[in-house]
Structures are given as structure tokens and as C-alpha cells.
């Protein structure tokens, strides 16, 4: 795989769109346990129900994980300087994620090149769950 | 409502070893199939001395020494009224299997909107490697809905 390089990337320029499949149950037990978030709300629908939700929902770092995803995979961690997301909706089992990134300014600063990135991620109905900004340092 | 004498509160100290198996766990969980997170000849060839962790992983620090439920105590926010708000990272140098990170936090604010129906906290954290380098700063808006 070849990586962006400042000079080659412009401002608009899409990242590579990452599709996630319907998150289901399996998913969130499997994110609980790894990532050391335990609520019972993510994996035991009696709790979600007796919480006042309709069921399960996805933990927010799990999306925030599948923007790094969409990051990482367009150019090395090593290059990643700033994530910063804000959770603007509850993701439910069923949807299917979309995550989507673009370059919004390219800059200098601390004596690196960097580009300024916008990321969000949508489910199949267009509804935005996270959206956010990171930077990135190019050669 | 959420007393706001825990402005300014000082979390205790949570240590992290990032592991082999559970980087390759975290991997799975989130769908990652770069071999730069699960094969260290990979991660190697990546300039990294062991796996890496990824860019949201040191989160897990506070959630696995149980400083994340004892705060939730304090403040008195039960599970099932928590919501993620916001959450930010910065990054100074990677976190790799071997390494023990350190990660400090403070309460930086509390308030709230809608009249109470939602309180926001505001957690600021300095995670540092067993060299006592920084690696990251992270930023956490808790959200309670009442």
C-alpha cells in the first residue's frame, strides 16, 4: 500500500470509505471484554430494557475504534497526532455503519506538515452517530 | 444533581500493561485485519518494537483498575444513565506491547443543560510509559441523562 504524501494530498480529498456490517450482539459482547468497558448496557438487553432503552446499543468507542480504523488505514499511526469525536447518536443493533473521512486544510505546525481531517460515521438511514476531526502528519 | 465539589478532583494513578493477547483481542473486537496489530514481524517492519496499541485502546486504563466505576460512584451516576459525549485524543509516541502506561486524570468541569436534564463531566488524563515519557492526552465528556 502506498501512503499519502502532503504534497500529493488536497484539500476535499475523500479517505477510503470504511463499511462496517450490522452490529449485532456478538460485536458488543466481543468490544466489552476487550476494550474493559463492562456496562451491562451494551450486553444484557434485560438491563438496557430496565434502563429505559429499546435494547443493546453499541458502546461509543467501538465507533470511535472504527473511525481509527478508517484513519490507520489510510495512513500510519505513527502519523496520527489528533482524534477528537463527539457521539451525536445512539447506534443500534442493525445498523450498519458507514466511515467517512475528508481533508479539510492542510498546515504547518510544530515543524511537521499535517493535514486537518473530518470523520463521521452514518448508518444505512443517513443518520449521523460520531462525528469528528483528526490531524495527521505527512511526508 | 452532580455536586460540583469534584471539580478539580484527582483520580487515582491507573496502570495499563499492554499485552500480546489482549491487543490481538482488541483487534478482533473492532474488525481490524492490518497485520500491524496482531503480527509483531508486521508491526516490526512498521518501524514499532512490538504491536501497537491502536488509537483509541489506552481508554480500557481507567475502565480495567476500576477508577472509571469508582468515579461514577462518587459523582453518583448510575450505569444506566451514562452516555459517551465526546472523547479526544492526542498523541505524542506509540504505546507497544512491554510498555506499562500510566494514566492521571482530573475532573476539569461539570455543569449541565436543559435545565438538569443532562449533566456533563468533563475528565482531562495524561497517560505515560514506565519511562515516564508521555504518550497520550485524552479528553472525556461523561453524560449523565436524568
Known amino acids: 500500500m502506498t501512503h499519502p504524501t502532503f504534497d500529493t494530498v488536497q484539500t476535499g480529498d475523500a479517505l477510503p470509505p470504511l463499511q462496517l456490517a450490522p452490529v449485532d450482539r456478538a460485536t458488543l459482547a466481543l468490544f466489552g471484554g476487550a476494550s474493559g468497558d463492562h456496562n451491562p448496557i451494551h450486553i444484557d438487553t434485560d438491563f438496557a430494557r430496565r434502563s429505559g432503552m429499546p435494547d443493546v446499543f453499541a458502546q461509543g468507542m467501538l465507533g470511535m475504534a472504527w473511525l481509527g480504523r478508517l484513519l490507520t488505514g489510510w495512513a500510519p499511526q505513527s502519523r496520527l497526532r489528533r482524534f477528537d469525536v463527539r457521539f451525536a447518536g445512539i447506534t443500534h443493533l442493525g445498523n450498519a455503519m458507514r466511515c467517512e473521512g475528508r481533508v479539510i486544510e492542510k498546515l504547518e505546525a510544530e515543524g511537521e506538515r499535517r493535514v486537518r481531517i473530518e470523520v463521521h460515521s452514518t448508518n444505512q438511514h443517513g443518520q449521523t452517530k460520531i462525528a469528528g476531526e483528526a490531524v495527521v502528519a505527512l511526508p | 444533581m452532580i455536586d460540583r465539589k469534584w471539580i478539580g478532583h484527582e483520580l487515582p494513578a491507573s496502570q495499563l500493561p499492554i499485552e ?123 453524560v449523565c441523562r436524568n
Do not use: W
Open chain 2, 20 to 142: 500480546r493477547s489482549r491487543l490481538r483481542f482488541f483487534a478482533k473486537a473492532i474488525g481490524e485485519t492490518d497485520p500491524v496489530y496482531t503480527e509483531e514481524a508486521a508491526a516490526r517492519n512498521a518501524g514499532y518494537p512490538d504491536l501497537p496499541a491502536p488509537p483509541t485502546f489506552l481508554f480500557a486504563a481507567e475502565l480495567d483498575s476500576g477508577v472509571n466505576d469508582q468515579l461514577l460512584a462518587d459523582l453518583g451516576v448510575p450505569l444506566a444513565k451514562l452516555l459517551h459525549g465526546e472523547q479526544g485524543f492526542s498523541y505524542h509516541r506509540p504505546a507497544c506491547v512491554g510498555d506499562t502506561i500510566t494514566v492521571r486524570s482530573r475532573i476539569e468541569d461539570i455543569y449541565d443543560k436543559k435545565n438538569g436534564a443532562l449533566e456533563f463531566v468533563v475528565k482531562t488524563s495524561r497517560a505515560t510509559n514506565q519511562n515516564d515519557e508521555l504518550v497520550a492526552e485524552m479528553r472525556t465528556v461523561l
